[in-house]
Structure formats: C-alpha cells, structure tokens
C-alpha cells in the first residue's frame, strides 16, 4: 500500500516515523534522568538520619557528603574521644599505674561531667543513641547513674580489676561507635539548618525546566487553541522537578514518565494500592449521587416544578426544541404504523367480540328474534364486519398520518389530547394523589438500592472492574 503513494509522502512519512523514535527516545532518557535525580534526592532527605549507618559501613560517603549538610564533627565528643586515645596510647607507654595515666584519668573523669551536662547528643536529636550509651555503661560499671558509671569507669581500680584487654575492647567496640555519631550541624542567620543539596541539584533542575518549556511550546504549536500557559498547566505533575521545595514530590513525575514511556508499568501497583480506598470511595460516591438525583427528583415532583418546567418552553434547550411534541409524534407514528398492523388480529377478536354484545343488547336485535326461524346472527357476518372494522380503523389511521389534511387533524387531536391531559394532571386531587405515589415510588426506590448497596461487597465490583479492564487492554 505504501508503495502506491507518491514519493513525497513516503519520505514524509519516513521522517515523521523517525521523528517519533528519536521522540520516543528521548523521554526515555529524561525518565532515566529524572530517576537518577529522584535517587539522589531520597539519598538526601534520608543522609541524617541513616547517617550513623554510613558512617559504620560506608565512612567515605559521610566524610565527603558531611559539608554539604553543614555537619562536623562535635567538639564535646571530639575532646573526649582524643582524651579516650591519649590514655590508650599512655597506658601502652607507662601503664595504669603511672602519674601520667593517673593525670589522664583524672582529666575523663572531669570531661565526662561535662559530657553529660553538655548532652551533644540532643544537638544530633539521637536521644536513642545517648540512652544506648548509658545503658552499656551501667552494665558494665554496675553503676546505677550514668555519671556514677563515668566516674567508675575512670577508675584505676575499675580498668584493672576486668584486665586492661577487656577494657580497651570495651572502648573500642561500645564505647566510642555511639560517641562518633554526635555531630554538630551548623544554621544559617535565619535559623535554617544548612543544606546545600542545591549545588548538586540545580543543574537537574536546569535541565528539566529546559525540558518542560520546550516540550510544551512544541506542544502549543502543534495543537490549534491550546496556548503555552494551557501546555504547562497540563504539565503540572512535571513542576516538582523544577522546585526547590518539596522535592519528595518528584516520585509523582518520575511514576508518569516511567509508565509513559513504558519502562516500567505502574498501572497495576497504583490499582494495588488504591484498590480498597478506591472500592469504598466509589460505592459511597454512588450512594450519595443516587440519593441526591432521587431527592431532587422528588421535591420536583412534590413542588410541581418539574410538571411546570416540562410544559414551559423556557430555559435553555439541546439539541432540536419541541421534544416532547417530537417524542408523542414519534410514539404515534410507531403506533400507527407498526403496532396497528401486528395487533389487528387480536382487534378483530375484540371488535367481534364487542359487535356481538352491542348487537345482542340492543332493540334491533329483539326486533328480528320476533322474526320465525331467526335464532342469532351469523358468525361470518359477524367475522366479516369485525375484519372490515379493524382493517378500516388501520387504513384509517395510516392514511390519516400520511395524508396532509389527516395529519393536521391528527396533530391537532394530539395537542388537545396533550393540554386536556395537562389540566386535569394539574387538577388538585390527580396531581396530589400522582406526586404522592412517584414520590413513595422514587422513596422505595432509594431505600431497596441502598440496602442493596449495603449488602452487595464493594471490593469485589472493583475486582470485576479490574477484570474487565484487564480483557479489555489484553
């Protein structure tokens, strides 16, 4: 087929399916960067609080990522930890019992008061971690107060009497991990924490903002009445990547992209989990929208409004005006047309059926049974008139439809049909009685719905909704 078309349309065509590849591609790529920059972000929303984790198992990512978050390494615990080795390294050098160690000891004892008076923990919020620390100390002091556990441990005595291998394990493996983890965060005049993640992030944020601004003026130009404004807007779910704020929200674009590019499908993992919510939401949703349309169909009927909207011509309309004239137009020429000529059998019953009584019950019929030998009239002649009746009330009516004048005298018995109906519905008694039963009927009908709703699990229509728009998209 293609090559029946003329050599323009084939090359056109061939570089619009290249355009499309290359389009194609390219939103691949900017998914994978959006990716690459929604994983550096949770890595920085999450760098503090996981940040004693990197420091045991990976020392090098907090050693060159700690600048960026303005952490360095807190004085208190630092003095202390400095103290901690210069007794390691006197010990090793003179042993417990010399004066030098005694001085250093003498020194822990001084720097530990002041590290519980000082707390460098809560300047970190690892509270957690400071009540771990306590609790190893007093469980290898026997002490019953963290600085009762300080002072002990610093104790000549104390380090000597569990052998000073013991101890030294104990410092190094209890003791200085939970002191290693306080750091001191510094803030800026303002009072913010400093966080200067913008450094890696602007040029993503450059890029996509490039990306969306060019897309969508391609976007604007390509489409007739949709202006670059309507184009961004309809990129909203793109605005988080260029946002310094909030930058959590970028898994919303970094979710489209994906399952618009079709890296990865996130249909069915968004209908897993919106699958209970969106169940019970809908089927209350139903619920109020069937009892919002029943009541106000109600009080229209009740107040008489919606018996006075229909016969008024006012308002605005959709589409042809007159349409109820149009609907009891249509209805009787089915009527006339179609249902007549199918029924007429059983109209020839009933006329004979009605013949023969009117004929029985009346004067003439009294008068010719005085007649000798007369005893009835004659079935056939009774068929005969019936199926001439019938079939002349259907030509009648037909002819009348189609025919100019019998259409005109048929519209106009439709109209006075229509207004004497109208007026005696509008009659006090008919229209009370008719409003109170539609309004019990539309009642009823809310009541067994709803009941019906109760009783009906909502999770399982949404399964078969699931179903059917999975065979649908296979």
């Known amino acids: ?105 003498a020194r822990l004892r001084q720097e530990s008061r002041f590290l519980i008076e000082e707390n460098p ?16 100390l007093r469980g290898y002091t026997g002490a019953l107060s963290a600085q009762a556990a300080f002072t002990q441990l610093w104790q000549t005595d104390a380090l000597a009497e569990g052998g000073w291998a013991a101890a030294t394990d104990f410092l190094s493996q209890q003791l200085e991990p939970l002191l290693a983890r ?67 929200l970028r898994v919303i674009p970094a979710a489209v992209r994906l399952h618009r590019t079709n890296l990865f499908n996130v249909a069915r993992l968004v209908s897993q989990l919106t699958h209970e919510p969106v169940a019970y939401l809908s089927n209350r949703v139903t619920k109020f929208a069937l009892v919002q349309i029943i009541n106000q169909t109600s009080d229209a009927i009740t107040s008489g409004t919606l018996v006075a909207t229909l016969r008024s011509r006012t308002g605005k309309t959709v589409g042809q005006p007159d349409k109820l004239d149009r609907i009891a137009d249509r209805l009787i020429q089915v009527v006339v047309l179609k249902v007549m000529p199918t029924v007429k059998p059983d109209l020839e019953g009933l006329l004979r059926y009605s013949l023969k009584g009117a004929l029985t019950r009346s004067d003439l019929y009294e008068n010719l049974r005085q007649i000798p030998g007369f005893t009835a009239f004659p079935a056939s002649a009774l068929d005969s008139l019936s199926n001439y009746l019938a079939q002349a009330a ?26 004497a109906l109208g007026r005696e519905l509008q009659a006090t008694a008919a229209s009370n009685e008719i409003q109170t039963l539609l309004a019990e009927l539309l009642e009823e009908i809310k009541l067994n719905y709803v009941q019906r709703l109760q009783q009906e699990n909502p999770e399982q229509t949404m399964e078969e909704v699931v179903s059917l728009d999975e065979s649908v998209g296979g």
């Not at 990197?54 to 020392?59: D, G, H, I, S, V």
């Not at 923990?121 to 190893?136: G, I």
């Not at 001191?184 to 996509?208: E, K, N, Y």
Request: with cysteine; net charge positive.
């Open 121 to 136: 923990f809560l300047d970190a919020e690892q509270t957690r971690t400071y009540a771990k620390l306590k609790r190893r």
């Open 394 to 419: 259907c030509d009648v009516l037909a002819d009348s439809y189609t025919d100019m004048t019998g259409r005109v005298l048929l519209d106009r018995l439709n109209h006075d049909f229509r207004q």
């Open 1 to 105: 087929m293609v090559a029946c078309l003329p050599e323009s349309i084939v090359v056109n065509l061939m570089k619009a399916e290249r355009l499309g590849v290359w389009a194609q591609r390219w939103q691949q790529f900017v998914a994978l960067v959006v990716m690459v920059n929604l994983l550096l972000v949770l890595f920085d929303l999450t760098y503090v609080p996981l940040r004693s984790h990197y420091l045991r198992y990976a020392p090098a990512i907090v050693q060159a990522y700690d600048p960026m978050k303005g952490i360095t390494p807190h004085p208190v615990t630092q003095a202390y930890l400095q103290s901690v080795a210069k007794l390691k390294q006197q010990v090793d050098e003179t042993g417990l019992a010399s004066a030098a160690t005694q001085q250093v000891l």
């Open 182 to 248: 306080t750091y001191f965060r510094a803030s800026l005049p303002t009072g913010q924490l400093i966080d200067q993640f913008w450094r890696i992030d602007w040029p993503f944020t450059l890029f996509f903002g490039l990306d969306l601004l060019i897309s969508t003026l391609w976007l604007s130009r390509q489409r007739s009445g949709l202006s670059w404004g309507d184009a961004i807007a309809r990129r909203w779910y793109d605005w988080p990547l260029i946002l310094p704020f909030w930058r959590w």
